[in-house]
């Protein structure tokens, strides 16, 4: 197994360089061309849980991409010159060929692996064949501080203890093999007051070094969050929801429209 980065200092530059012209784009100048180098590939439509913040489970995708058909698309976004390839959901890992996709990615040129993921079939077994297909970067969903409110947002008993057990052998590896682990969180009204619990959960578990949340808001559960609408008029209701609304009132609809906040630092 490789212990050394997946990406060279060349292509963190171009990255960085990619995300920074996202942000000018995004605030400052909506017409200029920013040539992708990411790609997200929702892998599967279906989720193995049952979020109140989410309608992936809630219908079941038949007839998806077969692996024939995602070699394909992975050859075709690496002759554009893709450099990081976003694996996700749904929940990725459902496929029982995840893994042989991300090593086609790997192999295809694309140098930068990433999986988001709930890590509740992140066993040992998938652990390394993951870590064997090149993937050093992860987001793992973290909804609540304990059990209680995490079991209870992902609708499923034991959620909690089985997603962190896969978080911790996570962390075990990092500094090995140089990753990057990162927990994410759904912001609603009423998850939105443990957020410095969640913080604290995170410098625990990385063993008080510099601990890094994403805390991901959500407007509304019902529908899809990527594929088939704009989001326009979910972000118009999330920020009517944020000003106009008392934290609780609407305890599964989002505070803020979608956007990620990163939160880092010692809490205290």
């Not at 996570?170 to 682990?181: D, I, K, Q």
């Not at 990385?206 to 529908?223: C, E, K, L």
């Amino acid at each position: 197994m490789r212990t050394l980065p997946v990406t060279g200092v060349g292509d963190r530059v171009r990255l960085a360089g990619f995300f920074a012209r996202l942000a000018v784009k995004e605030h400052l100048a909506p017409r200029l061309h920013v040539r992708p180098l990411v790609a997200e590939l929702f892998l599967t439509d279906n989720c193995n849980l049952n979020c109140i913040s989410c309608a992936c489970w809630r219908t079941v995708t038949r007839r998806e991409l077969d692996g024939d058909e995602w070699r394909g698309v992975i050859d075709q976004i690496a002759a554009l010159g893709i450099l990081k390839a976003n694996f996700t959901g749904g929940e990725p890992l459902l496929r029982r060929d995840a893994p042989e996709l991300m090593a086609y990615a790997r192999d295809a040129g694309i140098r930068s692996l990433h999986v988001n993921t709930n890590a509740i079939l992140l066993d040992d077994r998938r652990l390394g064949a993951v870590l064997d297909a090149g993937v050093r970067s992860f987001n793992v969903s973290v909804d609540g501080p304990d059990a209680a409110q995490h079991d209870r947002i992902r609708g499923k008993a034991g959620a909690f203890d089985t997603t962190l057990d896969a978080l911790r052998r996570l962390l075990a590896r990092r500094e090995e093999l140089h990753m990057r682990v990162r927990m994410n969180y759904t912001v609603m009204r009423s998850t939105v007051a443990a957020l410095p619990e969640i913080m604290r959960l995170a410098q625990r578990l990385q063993h008080q070094r510099q601990a890094v949340a994403i805390a991901h808001p959500v407007v509304d559960p019902t529908r899809r969050t990527h594929g088939d609408h704009d989001g326009q008029e979910d972000d118009q209701r999330g920020e009517e929801l944020r000003v106009s609304q008392p934290v609780g009132q609407f305890p599964h609809r989002a505070i803020a429209p979608t956007r990620f906040i990163s939160l880092q630092g010692p809490v205290m």
